[in-house]
């Protein structure tokens, strides 16, 4: 709206201004020219009084001195000489209202006007008797006191004089009101230009536009003001952009790391997070059936606590959080705004793995001194029994001395084999692949079990459909892991079963399932058997005697996935077990 804008106030202020300096101006100017006029009036008819006075004393002849008198008065005036004798004479005047009334009468009757006969000047303002017309009355002695004159005139003559002065007076009051009002609109737009290219470039800075810049047209404080302007856009641009660059590489360290990272205020409003943060608080509001979580959430009420805690008593705080299974670790710090407390920043780390390879290093040294006890103790019991002759007969000293080498063949092959583990879950297994006969490899094989499984009276059986005759792999290796499936299979098969081998290969894959009819595994084994120190329960075990290290299937997995294939196996307990290779050819 015009009204609150700058041009409209500073031009109004301004017209208001003048207007009042003119009004009050106005007022002195009539004031003045009145008393001017009346002034002026006064001296004139006083004037024209003294030189009839004056030419009373000169002419002898009174009709030569009233020719004269009409001659030098005001049409307008009247003059009333009073002679000495008591004569009076009264001239003509143009003015009506003064011609109305008889001027011998009222004058004569006039105190005041009386004493100029006595030598004394009379001016006065008054009215004439019976009318309301205001007339100036000057009064002069005639010299060597022979008389007085009397000149007076109607007041109407100085008022219209003053009513022409007035309008002069107003004409040129409008006229410098609309030069003002001009001269305003012109100095405010010339003032509120600028300003207002800076009001622009100000929403274009709202607006991000930074390379905005204000025109600086003159060099008084407004373009002082645009110069200062334009160094805030350029400080600005400058600042913003060094946020910017703050912020994304802010956002992208955040972004790309492992650890959950969460910023809360106090109010436990969620600010900012990252992916692994949303994933934990997904677990968590799945793990309390609540809703999925959604950006601008606020922390779970439990989470609060921490936050409270960590506001109130502005200190570290650590908490593990087990959530599907899964094990985390919630570090709160305190958020400052300089001294006061404004939140906290929470970091999540997912420390599953850890605790499952702290797990597993502890289980680890406690099967691996489990496996060692056993046989040094029985190597350790049986050589004391020599040392002390316990075993009086040669045989018995023999049978002693096998049952020690054997248990030192066992921690052999555990140590080897331990050995074999730790490269292959190194990374560094090596396979010397090579064109594999398919039928060679498989007779080697149950050539080599054939006699196991005739002692143990199991039917080993061979099943085949190869349609590709060779395949390349490591021959030495493969052989490894289907000597540990075959033999794992014969001794937890009773008699009178049965262990098959059906190979399978084909064009794009290469099969091999060993099937038994054994005591099988329990369904809660089977996640576990591939893990290193597995062993079935030693009641399922056809022959007590023959000990494993509990490595085999282990090994057996790594090989398989290092020909990248993989390794399976289904069990039903009591009905027995199949182990599944499958080989990409």
Same mark, same amino acid.
């Not at 952009?241 to 409003?269: C, F, H, P, W, Y």
């Not at 502005?314 to 400052?336: A, C, D, S």
């Not at 085999?552 to 077990?577: C, D, F, P, W, Y």
């Given at each position: 709206?015009?009204?609150?804008?700058?041009?409209?106030?500073?031009?109004?202020?301004?017209?208001?201004?003048?207007?009042?300096?003119?009004?009050?101006?106005?007022?002195?100017?009539?004031?003045?020219?009145?008393?001017?006029?009346?002034?002026?009036?006064?001296?004139?008819?006083?004037?024209?009084?003294?030189?009839?006075?004056?030419?009373?004393?000169?002419?002898?002849?009174?009709?030569?001195?009233?020719?004269?008198?009409?001659?030098?008065?005001?049409?307008?005036?009247?003059?009333?000489?009073?002679?000495?004798?008591?004569?009076?004479?009264?001239?003509?005047?143009?003015?009506?209202?003064?011609?109305?009334?008889?001027?011998?009468?009222?004058?004569?009757?006039?105190?005041?006007?009386?004493?100029?006969?006595?030598?004394?000047?009379?001016?006065?303002?008054?009215?004439?008797?019976?009318?309301?017309?205001?007339?100036?009355?000057?009064?002069?002695?005639?010299?060597?006191?022979?008389?007085?004159?009397?000149?007076?005139?109607?007041?109407?003559?100085?008022?219209?004089?003053?009513?022409?002065?007035?309008?002069?007076?107003?004409?040129?009051?409008?006229?410098?009101?609309?030069?003002?009002?001009?001269?305003?609109?012109?100095?405010?737009?010339?003032?509120?230009?600028?300003?207002?290219?800076?009001?622009?470039?100000?929403?274009?800075?709202?607006?991000?536009?930074?390379?905005?810049?204000?025109?600086?047209?003159?060099?008084?404080?407004?373009?002082?003001?645009?110069?200062?302007?334009?160094?805030?856009?350029?400080?600005?641009?400058?600042?913003?952009?060094?946020?910017?660059?703050?912020?994304?590489?802010?956002?992208?360290?955040?972004?790309?790391?492992?650890?959950?990272?969460?910023?809360?205020?106090?109010?436990?409003?969620?600010?900012?997070?990252?992916?692994?943060?949303?994933?934990?608080?997904?677990?968590?509001?799945?793990?309390?059936?609540?809703?999925?979580?959604?950006?601008?959430?606020?922390?779970?009420?439990?989470?609060?606590?921490?936050?409270?805690?960590?506001?109130?008593?502005?200190?570290?705080?650590?908490?593990?959080?087990?959530?599907?299974?899964?094990?985390?670790?919630?570090?709160?710090?305190?958020?400052?705004?300089?001294?006061?407390?404004?939140?906290?920043?929470?970091?999540?780390?997912?420390?599953?793995?850890?605790?499952?390879?702290?797990?597993?290093?502890?289980?680890?040294?406690?099967?691996?001194?489990?496996?060692?006890?056993?046989?040094?103790?029985?190597?350790?019991?049986?050589?004391?029994?020599?040392?002390?002759?316990?075993?009086?007969?040669?045989?018995?000293?023999?049978?002693?001395?096998?049952?020690?080498?054997?248990?030192?063949?066992?921690?052999?092959?555990?140590?080897?084999?331990?050995?074999?583990?730790?490269?292959?879950?190194?990374?560094?297994?090596?396979?010397?692949?090579?064109?594999?006969?398919?039928?060679?490899?498989?007779?080697?094989?149950?050539?080599?079990?054939?006699?196991?499984?005739?002692?143990?009276?199991?039917?080993?059986?061979?099943?085949?459909?190869?349609?590709?005759?060779?395949?390349?792999?490591?021959?030495?290796?493969?052989?490894?892991?289907?000597?540990?499936?075959?033999?794992?299979?014969?001794?937890?098969?009773?008699? @009178? &079963?049965?262990? +098959?081998?059906?190979? $399978?290969?084909?064009?794009?894959?290469?099969? /091999?399932?060993?099937?038994?009819? *054994? !005591?099988?595994?329990?369904?809660?084994?089977?996640?576990?058997?591939?893990?290193?120190?597995?062993?079935?329960?030693?009641?399922?075990?056809? @022959? &007590?005697?023959? +000990?494993?290290?509990? $490595?085999?299937?282990?090994?057996?997995?790594? /090989?398989?996935?290092?020909?990248? *294939? !993989?390794?399976?196996?289904?069990?039903?307990?009591?009905?027995?077990?199949?182990?599944?290779?499958?080989?990409?050819?």
């Amino acid at each position: 709206m015009f009204w609150r804008s700058v041009v409209g106030k500073l031009a109004i202020t301004i017209l208001l201004l003048v207007s009042f300096v003119l009004f009050v101006l106005t007022i002195l100017m009539l004031e003045f020219f009145e008393n001017f006029h009346i002034q002026e009036a006064e001296e004139d008819i006083l004037e024209t009084a003294n030189k009839i006075s004056t030419m009373v004393n000169q002419y002898e002849h009174r009709e030569n001195l009233i020719e004269t008198v009409d001659y030098i008065k005001d049409p307008s005036s009247r003059v009333l000489i009073r002679f000495n004798d008591e004569e009076y004479w009264l001239s003509e005047t143009s003015d009506d209202a003064l011609s109305a009334e008889d001027s011998t009468t009222w004058i004569g009757h006039d105190q005041e006007l009386n004493n100029v006969v006595k030598g004394e000047e009379v001016k006065k303002q008054t009215l004439l008797p019976g009318t309301s017309t205001e007339i100036m009355v000057v009064g002069t002695p005639i010299p060597n006191g022979q008389g007085a004159v009397y000149v007076y005139q109607s007041l109407a003559v100085i008022d219209q004089t003053k009513a022409e002065t007035t309008k002069i007076i107003f004409l040129a009051a409008g006229i410098a009101i609309i030069l003002t009002t001009i001269f305003a609109f012109f100095l405010s737009t010339r003032i509120t230009s600028p300003l207002i290219k800076m009001r622009e470039a100000a929403f274009d800075l709202t607006r991000g536009e930074f390379n905005t810049k204000v025109p600086i047209l003159t060099n008084d404080e407004i373009g002082g003001l645009a110069m200062a302007f334009n160094r805030m856009g350029r400080q600005l641009k400058f600042h913003i952009n060094a946020l910017r660059q703050e912020k994304e590489q802010m956002s992208s360290i955040i972004s790309s790391m492992a650890d959950g990272v969460m910023t809360l205020n106090r109010n436990g409003n969620i600010i900012v997070t990252n992916a692994p943060a949303e994933h934990f608080l997904d677990s968590w509001y799945f793990d309390k059936n609540e809703d999925q979580f959604e950006e601008n959430q606020m922390l779970p009420e439990e989470l609060k606590e921490l936050l409270t805690e960590v506001v109130n008593k502005e200190t570290e705080v650590m908490q593990e959080i087990n959530l599907q299974g899964r094990t985390w670790v919630m570090i709160m710090t305190p958020l400052y705004n300089q001294t006061y407390v404004r939140g906290a920043v929470a970091v999540i780390r997912d420390m599953t793995d850890e605790r499952r390879l702290d797990k597993l290093r502890k289980d680890f040294i406690a099967n691996v001194s489990h496996e060692l006890r056993t046989p040094i103790a029985m190597m350790q019991g049986y050589s004391e029994a020599i040392v002390d002759d316990v075993a009086e007969s040669k045989e018995d000293k023999n049978e002693l001395a096998e049952i020690i080498h054997e248990e030192s063949l066992r921690m052999g092959r555990l140590v080897n084999e331990l050995l074999d583990l730790a490269r292959m879950e190194a990374g560094h297994i090596q396979l010397d692949k090579d064109e594999v006969n398919l039928d060679k490899f498989f007779e080697r094989i149950m050539r080599k079990f054939r006699g196991l499984a005739e002692d143990t009276h199991i039917d080993l059986t061979q099943e085949k459909d190869i349609q590709t005759q060779t395949v390349m792999m490591d021959a030495d290796k493969m052989e490894q892991v289907l000597t540990n499936l075959i033999d794992n299979a014969i001794r937890h098969t009773s008699e @009178n &079963g049965e262990v +098959k081998v059906i190979a $399978l290969s084909h064009q794009d894959k290469f099969t /091999i399932s060993v099937k038994d009819n *054994g !005591s099988g595994i329990p369904e809660d084994d089977l996640p576990f058997v591939f893990e290193r120190f597995y062993k079935a329960d030693k009641a399922r075990t056809r @022959n &007590g005697k023959k +000990k494993g290290t509990g $490595l085999g299937l282990s090994i057996a997995k790594h /090989i398989v996935e290092a020909h990248r *294939g !993989s390794i399976t196996v289904n069990s039903k307990l009591g009905e027995g077990t199949t182990f599944t290779i499958k080989i990409p050819n």
